[in-house]
């Protein structure tokens, strides 16, 4: 029985040092061959050059950079209050017999390649708000409607769970003092699970900041700065996935310098996460 425990906890051990080796060697690849490009091409320029045209040897990421945050924050807009009260419906308002249909669709959604959210974003939601807002449709806002969509199943699983977490005795004890089941949701329940609510939202995010085909297909991958949210833009994502087949020396340096500053906004946004749970704790 002894040597059975030992062995669990040696597989343990080799299962988590796996997966810690396997974020280290990503991030060593990634910072060995971005940063000298950085260096080569000067990080100022770098992060703040607004042209980007490999055949010149300008590498200006900020378009880009701009770009992802622009949609990111659009899909955030519309896919948080979204996710966080459908997640509230199923968990507290949802009958037994809706929520076995429900539920089974909206993990579906999850299950959707990217490239099919890209076809639904080509067929509908382009000509949707071409004809609804003007443009031509492959734009900031059609991506981020698109990207809204696809960050709903992980904010509404999360969310769900970290309120179906929430301790009986809360609701129960709202009710004792004569709030109502709505208001009992509202202010006893949904501020406990604030936490793992927060942490559907981070996961969200970085599901959107990190979304490439989707996004290639609807955004319009213009590799200029913003000028509207009906105006076409390129992100973080898409610019690495379409000139990385072709890209030789500096230029594919440069890609990879720019996944490197993708990885430190997921970074950023990890941290910022603990944070905010951190000092929610105390």
């Known amino acids: 029985m002894r040597r059975k425990e030992q062995a669990a906890h040696l597989l343990f051990f080799l299962t988590a040092c796996i997966s810690i080796a396997a974020v280290a060697l990503i991030c060593f690849f990634l910072f060995a061959n971005g940063i000298p490009a950085m260096r080569q091409i000067g990080l100022f320029n770098f992060l703040t050059g607004r042209v980007w045209r490999p055949s010149n040897d300008l590498y200006g990421l900020l378009p880009m950079i701009m770009g992802s945050l622009y949609v990111t924050a659009g899909a955030i807009l519309l896919g948080v ?62 991506a981020s409607l698109l990207l809204g969509i696809m960050i709903l199943p992980t904010i509404i699983g999360i969310s769900e769970a970290a309120l179906r977490a929430v ?24 501020p406990a699970a604030k936490s793992g609510i927060l942490a559907g939202v981070v996961l ?79």
């Open 81 to 142: 209050p979204l996710g966080v009260l459908t997640a509230l419906y199923l968990a507290h308002f949802c009958s037994r017999q809706l929520y076995r249909y429900l539920k089974p669709l909206i993990d579906l959604l999850a299950g959707i390649p990217s490239v099919v959210y890209g076809f639904f974003g080509i067929v509908v939601l382009v000509p949707f708000v071409r004809q609804t807002f003007g443009g031509n449709g492959n734009s900031i806002l059609t």
């Open 167 to 190: 301790p009986v005795s809360y609701y129960e004890g709202s009710l004792a003092l004569g709030a109502s089941h709505e208001r009992s949701v509202l202010f006893a329940i949904l």
């Open 204 to 282: 969200g995010v970085g599901r959107a900041i990190g979304e490439t085909m989707a996004v290639m297909m609807v955004a319009g991958n213009q590799t200029r700065m913003p000028a509207g949210i009906l105006a076409g833009i390129r992100t973080l994502t898409s610019n690495i996935a379409m000139e990385m087949g072709y890209a030789t020396d500096l230029h594919r340096e440069a890609l990879i310098a720019t996944a490197v500053v993708l990885f430190v906004f997921i970074l950023i946004i990890n941290l910022s996460f603990s944070l905010l749970k951190r000092r929610s704790a105390l």
